[in-house]
């Protein structure tokens, strides 16, 4: 009896062990070093379809913990710092070091950066008239 309370109560940690954590990456990259309560390697780096980010060592990160007492971790997205002043309600704002693109929800873009298209450095008309784009 004794014993299979124990395996019962055991088995319910399991089951229970999923958990969300913050933690600092150590390691950065596609596959991040994190630590949370002891540094875990390898972690895999997971973002929205589309978007691909790799943290940067001394990030704080989101740590998912799942499987069997949380041995399966990833990691799900940075600490949002120094968001602009002017970003607004669905408004998307990406940045890497001094590079950056702000689309606003009314249509606006703004572009800071040196900006190439196709691999090309973008330079723009110096002509006097503007051809209307149809």
């Given at each position: 009896?004794?014993?299979?309370?124990?395996?019962?109560?055991?088995?319910?940690?399991?089951?229970?062990?999923?958990?969300?954590d913050?933690?600092?990456?150590?390691?950065?990259?596609?596959?991040?070093?994190?630590?949370?309560?002891?540094?875990?390697?390898?972690?895999p780096v997971?973002?929205?379809?589309?978007?691909f980010?790799?943290?940067?060592?001394?990030?704080?990160?989101?740590?998912?913990?799942?499987?069997?007492?949380?041995?399966?971790r990833?990691?799900?997205?940075?600490?949002?710092?120094?968001?602009?002043e002017?970003?607004?309600?669905?408004?998307?704002?990406?940045?890497?070091?001094?590079?950056?693109?702000?689309?606003?929800?009314?249509g606006?873009?703004?572009?800071?950066?040196?900006?190439?298209?196709?691999?090309?450095?973008?330079?723009?008309?110096?002509?006097?008239?503007?051809?209307?784009?149809e």
């Open positions: 009896m004794w014993i299979g309370q124990k395996i019962a109560d055991g088995t319910r940690i399991r089951e229970d062990s999923t958990a969300v913050l933690g600092v990456t150590t390691i950065g990259g596609e596959s991040a070093a994190v630590e949370t309560r002891g540094e875990d390697r390898n972690v997971y973002g929205p379809k589309g978007y980010w790799q943290p940067e060592a001394g990030d704080r990160v989101l740590v998912i913990k799942g499987g069997v007492a949380g041995a399966e990833c990691v799900a997205g940075a600490e949002q710092k120094e968001a602009p002017d970003l607004a309600p669905g408004d998307v704002y990406l940045r890497a070091g001094e590079a950056s693109i702000h689309l606003q929800s009314g606006r873009i703004d572009i800071t950066g040196t900006l190439y298209i196709n691999g090309s450095l973008y330079k723009p008309c110096t002509c006097e008239t503007l051809v209307p784009a």
